[in-house]
Nanobody
Framework: QVQLVESGGGLVQPGGSMRLSCAASGSIASLNVMAWYRQAPGKERDLVARITSFGTLKYEDSVKGRFTISRDDAENTVHLQMNNLKPEDTAVYYC?????????WGQGTQVTVSS
């Protein structure tokens, strides 16, 4: 059974930085996609960034140039470095891994950007 555990959320001022991490326990196939989604109150859960096993990247337009997703396959972890945070980045952030027909979600971590 694979479990994803996120860490690194909290409160940050506008313009600040924060790093989210997600550690996967259990066995995950080497071919997979790791991603971060976020869900703001009253809104749908949307993709923020994803990275494939081959290193192919995709970012949501509003975070391009500010957020960086990375992965460590030896540790089965995925990170999201968030810089120049804005109030509109406030949301619950979820880690996600898909491998073949298997999908896994983390429990979510709250990120609040406010002065």
């Amino acid at each position: 059974q694979v479990q994803l555990v996120e860490s690194g959320g909290g409160l940050v001022q506008p313009g600040g930085s924060m790093r989210l991490s997600c550690a996967a326990s259990g066995s995950i196939a080497s071919l997979n996609v790791m991603a971060w989604y976020r869900q703001a109150p009253g809104k749908e859960r949307d993709l923020v960034a994803r990275i494939t096993s081959f290193g192919t990247l995709k970012y949501e337009d509003s975070v391009k140039g500010r957020f960086t997703i990375s992965r460590d396959d030896a540790e089965n972890t995925v990170h999201l470095q968030m810089n120049n945070l804005k109030p509109e980045d406030t949301a619950v952030y979820y880690c996600y891994i898909k491998s073949y027909n298997d999908e896994y979600w983390g429990q979510g971590t709250q990120v609040t950007v406010s002065s």
